[in-house]
């Protein structure tokens, strides 16, 4: 099993920045792809961003231009620095992960249980 341990959530004006991060362990598995989602009361989750072990990222289109997105992949660990922050940023976030368990070719994805980030106007 890999576990996903998340921190950095909270309470933050409009117009400021936290910091998010999530921790990945599991023996004998190895971490690929990395990634926050969102959700907000009352409507479906969704892409904040990702990030390939190589280092490629993806968007969502509401959060580019302000998010970023990057990771350590000896620490197993991604951020989300999420500046310029809007009361519509308000959600759960979700960190995912998708892990290769060693002799392998299967890839699972794991779920944290997720950080509450509220921006307030």
């Known amino acids: 099993q890999v576990q996903l341990v998340e921190s950095g959530g909270g309470l933050v004006q409009a117009g400021g920045s936290l910091r998010l991060s999530c921790a990945a362990s599991?023996?004998?598995?190895?971490?690929?792809?990395m990634g926050w989602y969102r959700q907000a009361p009352g409507k479906q989750r969704e892409l904040a961003a990702t990030i390939s072990r190589g280092g490629r990222t993806t968007y969502g289109d509401s959060v580019k231009g302000r998010f970023t997105i990057s990771r350590d992949n000896d620490k197993n660990t991604v951020y989300l620095q999420m500046n310029s922050l809007k009361p519509e940023d308000t959600a759960v976030y979700y960190c995912n992960a998708g892990a290769v368990r060693a002799g392998t070719a299967y890839e699972y994805a794991y779920w944290g249980q997720g950080t509450q980030v509220t921006v307030s106007s």
């Open positions: 599991g023996n004998s598995f190895s971490i690929n792809g």
